[in-house]
């Protein structure tokens, strides 16, 4: 079993950044993918950025590429998502996820296929 922890999230003004943090605990080993969708109010699970621990590859969301930016310490068990210039439209309760088994192709950006999850923590942009 994996247990993940997210902290970073807050208030923030348009233009702003935060990083967001998380944390995995307990079979560490079995995560490849490491990532981090949102949700908001009125919306589906979005997927928002992905790290291959296997390949070291990155993927994003076309609403933030080039914005954010995704991160893994491995030694810490750790992934980092750096939002810069962050919007209004950013507001959402961001979840950290992870999965055991090899995703292939786009899978990844299907929250269905991630095994373990975090609490979520929130982002909220002022205009």
């Known amino acids: 079993q994996v247990q993940l922890e997210e902290s970073g999230g807050g208030l923030v003004q348009a233009g702003g950044s935060l990083r967001l943090s998380c944390t995995a605990s307990g079979r560490t080993f079995s995560t490849d993918y490491m990532g981090w969708f949102r949700h908001a109010p009125g919306n589906e699970r979005e997927f928002v950025a992905v790290f291959s621990g296997r390949t070291s590859n990155t993927y994003y969301a076309d609403s933030v590429k080039g914005r954010f930016t995704i991160s893994r310490d491995s030694a810490k068990n750790t992934v980092y998502l750096q939002m810069n210039s962050l919007e209004p439209e950013d507001t959402a309760l961001y979840y950290c996820?992870?999965?055991?088994?090899?995703?292939?192709?786009?899978?990844?950006?299907?929250?269905?296929?991630?095994?373990?999850w975090g609490q979520g923590t929130q982002v909220t942009v002022s205009s």
């Open positions: 996820a992870a999965v055991a088994t090899r995703l292939r192709g786009a899978a990844y950006i299907d929250p269905a296929n991630y095994d373990y």
